[in-house]
């Protein structure tokens, strides 16, 4: 069993910023790519940001710039540092891996989420 659990979100004024965090737990044996993803009220669900197993990150283009997304694999831990936040980036933000569990089966797995806010 693996769980992916968010932390980090809340209510931030148009221009603050919020460092959200999801830690992976379970049977793991390693974790490739880490995603965040994000979906609004009404919208779809969007990638955010990506980075693989390596430190290689890449961003959808209206977050570039602004996020940054990293990880700590001792930690089977992934960040997104949000800044300069806008009332458009209010979302339930998702964290996403693709895990290699002790029994070598691999996973894709989601986390329930972490409410980010941005109004003033």
């Known amino acids: 069993q693996v769980q992916l659990v968010e932390s980090g979100g809340g209510l931030v004024q148009p221009g603050g910023s919020l460092r959200l965090s999801c830690v992976a737990s379970?049977?793991?044996?390693?974790?490739?790519?880490m995603n965040w993803y994000r979906q609004a009220p009404g919208k779809q669900r969007e990638l955010v940001a990506t980075?693989?197993?390596?430190?290689?990150?890449n961003y959808a283009d209206s977050m570039k710039g602004r996020f940054t997304i990293s990880r700590e694999n001792a930690k089977n831990t992934v960040y997104l540092q949000m800044s300069s936040l806008k009332p458009e980036d209010t979302a339930v933000y998702l964290c996403?891996?693709?895990?290699?569990?002790?029994?070598?089966?691999?996973?894709?797995?989601w986390g329930q989420g972490t409410q980010v806010t941005v109004s003033s």
């Open positions: 996403n891996a693709d895990i290699l569990q002790t029994n070598f089966l691999r996973i894709n797995c």
């Open positions: 980075i693989t197993q390596t430190g290689n990150t």
């Open positions: 379970g049977s793991i044996f390693t974790i490739g790519d």
